[in-house]
């Protein structure tokens, strides 16, 4: 089934300690995005891709940085995870071509920060 | 920039009674609302959408309606059942905006047997 996977699905980092978190695609869309979710709280888009296109979302801190290699895959680089980075991390793909509006998320990865 | 806001944050009900969830939005250039639920340690699913030139739409036991002059949109659930038990949230999407969403911020359902 065409999918979005995201890989660890539980993370933990100790304070300081760079973290990549990863998040893949089968559903052939051009656009991805990562969310944070801290508990019982909303998803807060950090950036999101469309194609190559880095779109920054402006309250973004600096701290967090994406990669897109490929229309497949995308990367969330957290260069010096602090205690109040720990969050649900989720990925979630569209298409923008057409009328097409849905999102498709993945099951998020879990991060912990010692 | 788009704001949204849900209610109730949470809301019990028994089983086969209905549910209703409300969000309002304040930009009127939003012109695409969709509804995910969110099962414990999951991603957010799409249970259903709406856009700005349709009142109201209907998926069994699940429907939206939106009020484009009140500027809310509501979703409502029938027959509940203890699956669907989870938190929703409703989003809205700004015309022009790309594909971004402004999420509300959510409402957990909890249905008692």
């Known amino acids: 089934d065409a999918m979005v996977i995201q890989n660890p699905r539980y993370q933990v980092t100790q304070f300081g300690k760079p973290v990549t978190l990863s998040c893949s695609q089968t559903?052939?869309?051009?656009?991805m995005y990562w969310y944070q979710q801290k508990s019982s709280q909303a998803p807060k888009l950090l950036f999101h891709?469309?194609?190559?296109?880095?779109?920054n979302e402006a309250d973004t801190p600096d701290n967090f940085q994406s990669r897109r290699p490929n229309t497949s895959f995308c990367f969330l680089d957290i260069r010096s995870p602090g205690l109040g980075d720990a969050a649900m991390y989720l990925c979630?793909?569209?298409?923008?071509?057409?009328?097409?509006?849905?999102?498709?998320f993945g099951p998020g990865t879990r991060l912990t920060v010692l | 920039g788009e704001n949204v806001e849900q209610h109730p944050s949470t809301l019990s009900v028994q089983e086969g009674d209905s549910a209703v969830i409300k969000c309002t939005y304040s930009?009127?250039?939003?012109?695409?609302f969709p509804w995910y639920k969110q099962e414990l340690g999951k991603g957010p699913q799409l249970i259903i959408d709406?856009?700005?030139?349709?009142g109201e739409k209907k998926d069994q036991r699940i429907a939206v309606t939106l009020n484009k002059t009140a500027k809310h949109f509501s979703l409502h659930i029938t027959e509940t059942q203890p699956e669907d038990s989870a938190v929703y949230f409703c989003a809205a999407r700004l015309t022009g905006g790309g594909n971004k969403l402004t999420f509300g911020t959510g409402t957990q359902l909890k249905v008692e047997l």
């Open positions: 709406i856009r700005s030139n349709v």
């Open positions: 559903l052939n869309h051009n656009v």
């Open positions: 930009d009127s250039a939003s012109n695409y």
């Open positions: 891709y469309y194609d190559k296109d880095f779109n």
């Open positions: 979630a793909t569209s298409t923008r071509r057409g009328t097409a509006n849905e999102q498709f």
